[in-house]
């Protein structure tokens, strides 16, 4: 990278110095330059962190509250009464046919 810097610069400065190019405009070149290879080496960076974080089994604060939001809302829908009105009619009726089938079978013992 420092490589690419020194040619960089060794290049601009020829150009001023043949006249092609305006000390401002070598400024402008500069700071569009120097401002691309930070993106860069940032975008670098993160893609690096997340890649080490995600093999550490770590997930970012975002997704977590992501997951958090969804979480609560399961709980809601969950506690609601329309959810456990239906359980609670199935363990009846079960409970209902098991008491049905004891009293059959109590009766035909007592018939026989």
């Keep these: 990278m420092a490589n ?10 020829n150009k001023v110095s043949e006249g092609e190019r305006t000390p401002a405009e070598l400024a402008a ?6 401002k691309q290879s930070g993106d860069v080496l940032k975008s670098k960076i993160d893609e690096e962190v997340h890649n080490t974080v995600t093999r550490m ?8 509250d992501e997951l958090r939001a969804e ?3 399961f709980k809601k829908s969950s506690r609601s009464p329309s959810v456990s009105k239906p359980k609670s009619t199935v363990k ?3 409970s209902a046919k098991k ?8 009766q ?3 018939k026989a």
């Design 108 to 110: 035909k013992k007592r």
């Design 57 to 64: 089994g770590f997930i970012k604060r975002e997704e977590f």
């Design 99 to 106: 008491s049905t089938i004891k009293k059959t079978a109590a």
């Design 71 to 73: 979480f609560d809302e």
């Design 4 to 13: 690419d810097l020194f040619a960089t610069l060794r290049t601009y400065l």
């Design 92 to 94: 009846q009726t079960t």
């Design 29 to 34: 070149a500069l700071n569009t330059w120097v």
